[in-house]
């Protein structure tokens, strides 16, 4: 009898192995299978990177394309902002649920299909709708694949998925104002979304094919809670919007930001309550009990804030005091790229062996540097002048990135791995988000002090030298009044380029200084080696 419940005991056993290898699809996958794995999903978080930024070296051909408002183009950006920001902490719960193969494949499908729509937009109204669903679809993506790497590799192996995606996530919106001159100085603005459609294609055919890496829950669909979902897309797609409307429309002074603002509150209230007393909350803000994760977060919000200001206020220079094309603005910031590539090896092999609190401490040293430089900025400045901030920007900003990654989701239990790696790409575009209206208020702040001092120092002035200058011009003109009025123009040119250029200087430094006030918190994180880090399911 004792033999007879030996056997059965067996069997039961071996069942139970069986049914846990087979339920953890991982183990049957060879290095092979992972990497081509891991670089299907690297590309098509690239995609969805790329295109936050692609079109902001052409927003002005985009306007006249579709015959749309100064006000309303900038709807092209924020409408794909707003909805990528909702779906990034969002895909935690749906790869769980859709399992990740599944998720990523219809988030291929319908990224390609809406980039084709965008492409083919007919107004202003269509571009924006046809844009929120691609930023929607498009941030399904960005999460997902960080913690997928994370739970394919293991020991030294893992060092490479940060410094992949670290080089992706900095390169590819770094990279979207270069490429989108490029193309449409090439070509047509509409091409700008065109160009995903082949590789959207391909994506979504390897990834059924080869993408097997985990079971999915369905049953969780049918106990999802819906007012948590309603409440997170509240809070963070109407903070989104208050974040770029805000600097444009003087913040609260505006009604729709306003409103806008006491909507995030009143979303944010509704979801953190549900976070904390869902039986089935969309989002678990559980990773946030590791002080390290916390701290990496943090780190997250500075690096965002740093990236997305500097891809975003070095065009604007570029195009209003420089006068350069779009095409001559790619080109400029082309740098930045380049080292950020050049700078993915020493990423890697740092993170194996140091700690990375020192290498966080040194590049985020090195990005202050780099804003010192840019402070020095003047209304003539161009490639050249250009060349050594932003050699030395690109090449700290993936260093940043890529210790701040291993800090964040090493060590995280596997089930909360999906949660970890959406909140951690959160935080990085909440700080993209806050830096961008940051930097435009302080901008336009500085803009308008400056020119009045250039004005009250103008209006002491020798008029003498003003009377000169007219009847130098007038000498060659009938129209005494009418050099007059080419003289107060072009003066008025001037000013104004000297008074953004000021301000240029102001914002730089501001940016340094938080990277450098960012420092005091580093010792206090956690000793992290990725070399040292055993798989996930040893956690």
Known sequence: ??????????HMSAAATALSVSENP???????????????????????????????????????????????????????????????????????????????????VLFTISSLMCGAAWSIGSMA????????????????????GFALFSGKRRAMVPAVLGMVSTLAPSLGPTIGGWITDASSWRWLFFINVVPGIGIAILMPLIGKVDEPDLKMLKRIDWLHVVSLALFLGALQYVLEEGPRHQWLEDREVAVAAWASFIGAIVFFERSFFSKMPILKLSPFRRPTFSLACALSIVIGFGLYSS???????????????????????????????????????????????????AVFSLFALSCWLMAQITSVWGFWEMLAPQALRGFSILLCIVPSVGMALNGVPPDELRYASGLFNL??????????????????????????????AMAHANTSVLAQAIARISAHMVDAVRARLLLDAELAQVVGAQALTLAFQDVFLIMGGIFVIALVFVPFAKTVILSDAPPLSEH
Do not use: C, H
């Open 1 to 10: 009898m004792m033999t007879v419940i030996y056997i059965v005991k067996g």
């Open 26 to 108: 991982l183990e049957s996958l060879s290095d092979r299978r992972k990497l081509a794995i891991f670089a299907v999903m690297a590309f098509g978080q690239f995609m969805a990177l790329l295109d936050t930024q692609v079109v902001a070296a052409s927003l002005n051909s985009i306007q006249a394309g579709l015959s749309a408002g100064p006000d309303e183009i900038a709807w092209v950006q924020t409408a794909y902002l707003m909805a990528e920001i909702v779906m990034i902490p969002l895909a935690a719960f749906l790869s769980q649920a859709l399992s990740t193969r599944w998720l990523f494949t219809l988030s291929a």
């Open 129 to 148: 709708a046809f844009r929120a669903i691609q930023g929607f679809v498009g941030g399904a993506m960005i999460p997902t694949v960080f913690a997928t």
């Open 311 to 361: 891809v975003y206020l070095t065009p604007i220079f570029l195009g209003r005091v420089r006068g350069f094309s779009s095409l001559d603005i790619g080109t400029t910031v082309f740098v930045t790229g380049i080292f950020m590539t050049m700078s993915a090896p020493l990423a890697a092999r740092l993170t194996t062996v140091l700690d990375q609190r020192i290498v966080i401490a």
């Open 427 to 456: 935080m990085r575009n909440l700080g993209g988000a806050i830096g961008i209206a940051a930097a435009t208020t302080w901008i336009q702040d500085d803009v308008r002090t400056n020119a009045e001092r250039f004005g009250e």
